[in-house]
C-alpha cells in the first residue's frame, strides 16, 4: 500500500500563487510517476500535470507556462507550484502516484479556492 498526504491548498485571489505538496509513503517501486489531478464541481476529475521519476514532465493545456511540477526523490515528495491563478483553478486537487506496473494512488485531497 502507498499513502499520499497532501499540503498546501487555501484561498487566494486571482493572479496569486500557491503551492501544492505531497508526501508519499509505503510500497513505492523504484519506477513509478507522480502526479496532480483536479476536480471542480461538477465536473469530471482531470489530469493538471505528471511526472516521472527521471523528471519528464506533461502538462494539461490549461496550466502550461502557470503550474510547475517538481518532484523530491530522496524523500518521495511531488509538488506543484501554481502561479497566475484563475478563478477556474479553483477546484480539488489531488495527489496521485501510479508504481509501473501496478495501481494508481490518490491522496485525499486538498481545496483551491482562487477569488475573482
Known amino acids: 500500500q502507498v499513502q499520499l498526504v497532501e499540503s498546501g491548498g487555501g484561498l487566494v485571489q486571482a493572479g496569486g500563487s500557491l503551492r501544492l505538496s505531497c508526501a508519499a509513503s509505503g510500497r513505492i517501486f523504484s519506477s513509478n510517476y507522480m502526479g496532480w489531478y483536479r476536480q471542480a464541481p461538477r465536473k469530471q476529475r482531470e489530469l493538471v500535470a505528471t511526472?516521472?521519476?527521471?523528471?519528464?514532465?506533461n502538462y494539461a493545456d490549461s496550466v502550461k507556462g502557470r503550474f510547475t511540477i517538481s518532484r523530491d526523490n530522496a524523500n518521495n515528495t511531488v509538488y506543484l507550484q501554481m502561479n497566475s491563478l484563475k478563478p477556474e483553478d479553483t477546484a480539488v486537487y489531488y495527489c496521485n502516484l501510479v508504481n509501473v506496473p501496478g495501481s494508481p494512488y490518490w491522496g485525499q485531497g486538498t481545496q483551491v479556492t482562487v477569488s475573482s
Open positions: 511526472i516521472t521519476r527521471g523528471g519528464s514532465t
